[in-house]
């Protein structure tokens, strides 16, 4: 078994009011093995979208490299936009060194009701991800349930969202199931109604459009 350790802290501003919230970056980060294009940083993975949908929406200009320009880049974009990254897994044991969620056991969360407690602007959690096993959604689920927090669902179409409650407490936080930003997640892209309907009307409509329109309604 090979165990996964989050490579990086949570990056939270002192004044975020949303933070992204994933489950772990692909095993070479934790390795130091990186691919070229890879930034040592959240969602720095060349495979991954998350930044590239980012820098699409902000015109940020953002550098894909090994680089500590690279990283300064992204953590400039955190502060002045008052966002923060809190995956929610901490560490997990892989049968097979890759970056399934689903191959995650023996996991371990992080205390994302604590860092909701420190950081008391934030307001919405941006998941990267649903409840399928695994997923941000889901430990947010078994989370919160430890807690008999209730996770209330307040939109049923996709993105999905759901709030809670944090105890002693009057804040009411929010939670967006957004599309994954990753490659696995194209077959539910391509079978949702609103992105076909699009797609039929523009060919040129790809899952990354569909990702990019999500994704501008709750980060801008």
């Not at 695994?134 to 993105?159: C, D, W």
């Not at 039929?200 to 980060?219: A, E």
């Amino acid at each position: 078994m090979y165990f996964h350790k989050h490579p990086y802290s949570p990056f939270i501003p002192k004044n975020a009011t949303k933070l992204i919230v994933g489950t772990l970056p692909p095993p070479r980060f934790s390795m130091g093995n990186l691919k070229e294009g890879d930034v040592d940083f959240c969602y720095g993975s060349i495979d991954g979208q998350l930044w590239k949908i980012l820098d699409k929406l902000f015109n940020l200009n953002l550098h894909f490299e090994t680089t500590s320009f690279a990283i300064q880049q992204r953590k400039d974009f955190l502060l002045k936009n008052n966002i923060g990254i809190c995956d929610i897994v901490e560490s997990c044991e892989r049968k097979n060194i890759d970056a399934s969620d689903l191959g995650m056991e023996n996991i371990k969360l992080r205390n994302l009701l604590f860092y909701l407690s420190e950081f008391q602007k934030v307001e919405t959690l941006l998941l990267t991800g649903g409840n399928s096993k695994n997923g941000p959604e889901y430990h947010l689920r078994k989370l919160l349930k430890k807690e008999n927090i209730p996770f209330v669902q307040i939109a049923s179409e996709t993105p999905k969202i759901h709030q809670f409650k944090l105890p002693n407490s009057k804040r009411i936080i929010k939670a967006v199931s957004l599309t994954a930003p990753s490659g696995s997640a194209n077959r539910a892209v391509g079978s949702n109604l609103q992105y076909k309907l699009i797609k039929k009307q523009n060919p040129k409509f790809n899952t990354f459009d569909f990702r990019v329109m999500q994704y501008k309604k709750y980060f801008l």
